[in-house]
Protein backbone atom coordinates (compact mmCIF):
# COMPACT_ATOMS: atom_id res chain seq x y z
CA UNK A 1 0.00 0.00 0.00
CA UNK A 2 1.34 3.06 -1.03
CA UNK A 3 1.06 6.37 1.55
CA UNK A 4 0.73 10.00 -0.01
CA UNK A 5 2.44 12.13 2.40
CA UNK A 6 0.01 14.94 3.94
CA UNK A 7 -1.07 17.80 1.58
CA UNK A 8 -2.74 21.12 3.07
CA UNK A 9 -5.77 22.40 1.44
CA UNK A 10 -7.29 25.59 1.73
CA UNK A 11 -11.69 25.13 2.65
CA UNK A 12 -13.04 28.09 0.18
CA UNK A 13 -15.91 30.16 1.14
CA UNK A 14 -19.19 27.44 0.46
CA UNK A 15 -16.79 24.73 2.34
CA UNK A 16 -15.02 23.34 -0.99
CA UNK A 17 -11.63 21.80 -0.74
CA UNK A 18 -9.42 21.01 -3.68
CA UNK A 19 -8.41 17.37 -3.38
CA UNK A 20 -4.95 16.77 -4.68
CA UNK A 21 -4.38 14.85 -8.06
CA UNK A 22 -2.68 12.47 -7.02
CA UNK A 23 -5.12 11.41 -4.63
CA UNK A 24 -7.68 12.00 -6.85
CA UNK A 25 -5.23 9.86 -9.48
CA UNK A 26 -5.20 7.18 -6.95
CA UNK A 27 -7.95 6.54 -5.84
CA UNK A 28 -10.18 7.17 -9.18
CA UNK A 29 -12.16 10.19 -8.02
CA UNK A 30 -13.44 11.73 -11.43
CA UNK A 31 -15.39 14.95 -11.72
CA UNK A 32 -19.01 14.63 -10.40
CA UNK A 33 -18.04 11.78 -7.88
CA UNK A 34 -19.95 10.95 -5.10
CA UNK A 35 -18.28 11.09 -1.77
CA UNK A 36 -19.20 9.36 1.88
CA UNK A 37 -17.67 11.45 4.08
CA UNK A 38 -17.70 11.19 8.30
CA UNK A 39 -15.70 12.83 11.34
CA UNK A 40 -13.80 10.28 13.06
CA UNK A 41 -11.70 11.48 16.40
CA UNK A 42 -11.65 14.63 15.67
CA UNK A 43 -10.80 13.60 11.48
CA UNK A 44 -12.52 14.03 8.38
CA UNK A 45 -12.78 10.26 6.51
CA UNK A 46 -13.64 10.41 2.50
CA UNK A 47 -14.14 7.52 0.96
CA UNK A 48 -15.61 7.20 -2.97
CA UNK A 49 -19.06 6.13 -2.75
CA UNK A 50 -19.32 2.40 -4.64
CA UNK A 51 -21.47 2.81 -7.73
CA UNK A 52 -24.71 1.54 -7.37
CA UNK A 53 -25.30 -2.18 -7.98
CA UNK A 54 -28.16 -3.85 -10.71
CA UNK A 55 -31.49 -3.91 -8.78
CA UNK A 56 -30.42 -1.53 -5.64
CA UNK A 57 -32.83 0.75 -4.32
CA UNK A 58 -32.23 4.12 -4.60
CA UNK A 59 -34.25 7.01 -3.00
CA UNK A 60 -36.88 9.13 -5.17
CA UNK A 61 -34.51 12.11 -5.24
CA UNK A 62 -31.52 9.71 -6.53
CA UNK A 63 -33.75 8.23 -9.35
CA UNK A 64 -34.77 11.85 -10.65
CA UNK A 65 -30.88 12.37 -10.58
CA UNK A 66 -29.92 9.38 -12.44
CA UNK A 67 -32.72 10.32 -15.11
CA UNK A 68 -31.69 13.77 -15.67
CA UNK A 69 -28.08 12.49 -15.94
CA UNK A 70 -29.11 10.24 -18.94
CA UNK A 71 -30.92 12.36 -20.31
CA UNK A 72 -28.48 15.05 -20.52
CA UNK A 73 -25.92 12.06 -21.77
CA UNK A 74 -28.34 11.44 -24.20
CA UNK A 75 -29.06 15.04 -25.62
CA UNK A 76 -25.25 15.13 -25.59
CA UNK A 77 -24.82 11.94 -27.64
CA UNK A 78 -26.80 13.44 -30.67
Known amino acids: MTVIELSKV ?10 PLELRSKLCI ?11 D ?11 EPGEVVGEEEYKK ?3 ELDARRRNWR
Do not use: S
Not at 11 to 19: A, D, E, Y
Not at 30 to 40: H, P, Q, R, T, W
Not at 42 to 52: D, Q
Open 10 to 19: RVKRKGQVTI
Open 66 to 68: IIA
Open 30 to 40: EEGAILDIKEE
Open 42 to 52: GALIMRPTPPI
